[in-house]
C-alpha cells in the first residue's frame, strides 16, 4: 500500500530528458516530489514499487509505449493504490486521445502545454473512474416511421462473397460483401454487414437527415464479409439513432466481444464502446421472434461456425435469406466414395438436413441464396460451405419459393461469369418445365413483393 506523506508523488516517464527536467521543474515548483524513468519498463516497476499519486506518461516511447503503460498499471488494480494518469503527446488525432482514455488514461494533454494547465489537471479531484462512469445521452423516445401501407421491398447493397472486389470485371453486380435492405411494416431491417453496408448507411444518413432513425441489423455469421463493414456505418454515430444487432453466439466468442474485437487497436481507431450511437447487441436464444409487426423464423444451416438463415414475414409475403449454405447431401456424397452401411446411414441423415431446410423455404416468396459455384468449381471445393448453382435450383423447386437471387458470387467470378451462372440457372428451371424466376442479385437491385389480392 502507499504510504502515508504530507508531500504528493508523481512519476513522469518520457524518453526526452529536456522534457522530463522541464516537468520536473514544474512540478516540484508545485510542491510534488517527483520521479523519473526514461523509459516504459523501468516506468512500471518504479510505479509498482513506489505507488505514485500521480504518473505523466509520453506516448510513444521506444520499447515500451504510453498505451502498455496505462495498460500495465490498470492491470495492477487490487494490487496497488491506482494513480491519476496523464498521458502527453504530440499527437493531436482523436484516435489517439479516445484510445488513450479507453486502455485506462484520465486525462490527454497535447505538447506543448503550460505547467500551471498541468498541474490544475493533478490536483483536480475528477479521475478515471468519474470520467468512465459518464454516460451517453439517452436515445430518442421515438424514431422516424415509415409508411406502413407502402408494400415491402428489398434492395442489395452487397451480394459478394469471402472478400470486396471492386474494379472495371465487378462493375454490373458490384462488388461489396454481403448487404441487404428490407423496408417492410415500418421497419428498417438490414441482412448482415458486410461492406455493402456502408453505402446502405451514407443512403439511410442523406434520406433522414436529423430524424432519429431505429435499423434493426440481422447477422448470419461472424465470418469477416457479414460484419466488416459495420465499422463504417454512418447511422451507428448519431447519438440520435438506436441500432439494434442481433444474432447467435460463435463457437469461441459471444457475438458482442467478435463485432468489438474487430474495432479495437491496432485493428480500427474508433471502439464500438466509443461510437455516439445507441448500439445494442443482443445474442438470440430462440429461433423466433418479432421486429415490429414483421415475425422472424431462423433456422442454423451448413457452413462452418455457427451460421443461420432467417426468415421474415411482412405483410407483402415471406422473405428467406441464406447467404452461406452447402447442401448437406451434396458434400456428404463427395465425402467418401466407399459402399457401405456406414456411408448409406450418412447420406440419408444428409438428405433429413437438407429436407429441414426445403421446410424452412417452404413457399417462400423471395429466397437470397448462397449459389458461389458452378458444378466443375464444386468438386474442388466441397466442404467449403458453400452453394453449387445446379443444387440450389434443385432446393429452390422443391421448396416451391416464388423468386430466387443468386448471391453470394464468388471473388474470382466477374460480370461474364456471374452472367453465365444465371443462364444456367434459367436454363435448368425450364429444362425441369418450371416457372421460377431466377435473377443474379446486384448492387442497386429493389424487388417489391406485393401480395396477392
Known amino acids: 500500500m502507499r504510504q502515508s506523506r504530507l508531500m504528493k508523488t508523481v512519476l513522469v516517464i518520457d524518453d526526452d530528458a529536456?522534457?522530463?527536467?522541464?516537468?520536473?521543474?514544474?512540478?516540484?515548483?508545485?510542491?510534488?516530489?517527483?520521479?523519473?524513468?526514461?523509459e516504459g519498463k523501468g516506468g512500471i516497476q518504479l510505479a509498482i514499487q513506489f505507488q505514485p499519486d500521480a504518473v505523466i506518461c509520453n506516448l510513444r516511447m521506444p520499447g515500451c509505449n504510453g498505451f502498455q503503460v496505462c495498460r500495465s498499471i490498470r492491470e495492477q488494480a487490487g494490487a496497488i493504490e491506482q494513480p491519476k494518469i496523464v498521458i502527453t503527446a504530440g499527437s493531436v488525432y482523436a484516435a489517439d486521445r479516445r484510445e488513450a482514455i479507453e486502455v485506462g488514461a484520465d486525462e490527454y494533454l497535447v505538447k506543448p502545454f503550460k505547467g500551471e494547465e498541468l498541474v490544475r489537471i493533478l490536483e483536480s479531484r475528477q479521475g478515471r473512474r468519474a470520467t468512465a462512469a459518464a454516460a451517453r445521452p439517452p436515445p430518442p423516445k421515438t424514431h422516424a416511421r415509415l409508411p406502413v401501407d407502402q408494400p415491402p421491398r428489398i434492395k442489395f447493397w452487397g451480394v459478394r462473397g469471402s472478400i470486396p472486389t471492386p474494379g472495371p470485371n465487378t462493375v454490373q453486380y458490384g462488388g461489396n460483401t454481403s448487404c441487404v435492405e428490407v423496408r417492410a411494416d415500418g421497419e428498417i431491417i438490414i441482412l448482415d454487414a458486410g461492406s455493402g453496408i456502408r453505402p446502405l448507411g451514407l443512403a439511410l444518413a442523406q434520406e433522414f437527415k436529423d430524424q432519429p432513425?431505429?435499423?434493426?441489423?440481422?447477422?448470419?455469421?461472424?465470418?469477416?464479409?457479414?460484419?466488416?463493414?459495420?465499422?463504417?456505418?454512418?447511422?451507428?454515430?448519431?447519438?440520435?439513432?438506436?441500432?439494434?444487432?442481433?444474432?447467435?453466439?460463435?463457437?469461441?466468442?459471444?457475438?458482442?466481444?467478435t463485432l468489438t474485437s474487430q474495432m479495437e487497436s491496432p485493428y480500427f481507431p474508433v471502439s464500438m464502446q466509443l461510437m455516439p450511437g445507441n448500439i445494442d447487441v443482443t445474442e438470440l436464444r430462440e429461433h423466433e421472434?418479432?421486429?415490429?409487426?414483421?415475425?422472424?423464423?431462423?433456422?442454423?444451416?451448413?457452413?462452418?461456425?455457427?451460421?443461420?438463415?432467417?426468415?421474415?414475414?411482412?405483410?407483402?409475403?415471406?422473405?428467406?435469406?441464406?447467404?452461406?449454405?452447402?447442401?448437406?447431401q451434396r458434400m456428404r456424397l463427395h465425402a467418401s466414395g466407399q459402399?457401405?452401411?456406414?456411408?448409406?446411414?450418412?447420406?440419408?441423415?444428409?438428405?433429413?438436413?437438407?429436407?429441414?431446410?426445403?421446410?424452412?423455404?417452404?413457399?417462400?416468396?423471395?429466397?437470397?441464396?448462397?449459389?458461389?459455384?458452378?458444378d466443375a468449381e464444386y468438386q474442388s471445393h466441397v466442404g467449403w460451405g458453400h452453394g453449387c448453382v445446379d443444387d440450389i435450383i434443385a432446393l429452390a423447386l422443391f421448396a416451391k419459393v416464388k423468386q430466387l437471387f443468386l448471391f453470394h458470387h464468388d471473388p474470382d467470378h466477374d460480370d461474364a461469369q456471374v452472367s453465365k451462372m444465371l443462364d444456367w440457372a434459367r436454363q435448368l428451371v425450364a429444362f425441369y418445365g418450371e416457372t421460377l424466376s431466377v435473377e443474379a442479385a446486384r448492387e442497386g437491385l429493389e424487388y417489391v413483393l406485393r401480395p396477392a389480392l
Do not use: M
Not at 444451416?301 to 428467406?320: E, M
Open 18 to 38: 529536456d522534457f522530463r527536467k522541464q516537468l520536473s521543474q514544474w512540478l516540484a515548483g508545485a510542491g510534488w516530489h517527483v520521479l523519473e524513468a526514461s
Open 213 to 257: 432513425i431505429n435499423p434493426t441489423v440481422l447477422i448470419t455469421h461472424t465470418h469477416w464479409d457479414h460484419i466488416q463493414g459495420f465499422p463504417f456505418f454512418v447511422p451507428a454515430y448519431n447519438p440520435q439513432n438506436r441500432v439494434r444487432i442481433l444474432g447467435y453466439e460463435g463457437a469461441r466468442k459471444g457475438l458482442y466481444s
Open 289 to 328: 421472434f418479432s421486429i415490429g409487426k414483421v415475425r422472424v423464423e431462423t433456422a442454423f444451416v451448413n457452413h462452418p461456425g455457427v451460421c443461420v438463415g432467417y426468415r421474415l414475414f411482412t405483410s407483402g409475403g415471406s422473405i428467406a435469406y441464406l447467404p452461406d449454405n452447402e447442401p448437406f
Open 339 to 374: 459402399q457401405s452401411s456406414d456411408h448409406l446411414e450418412a447420406l440419408k441423415y444428409a438428405s433429413d438436413q437438407d429436407q429441414k431446410v426445403i421446410e424452412f423455404l417452404k413457399e417462400a416468396d423471395v429466397l437470397i441464396i448462397d449459389s458461389q459455384y458452378d
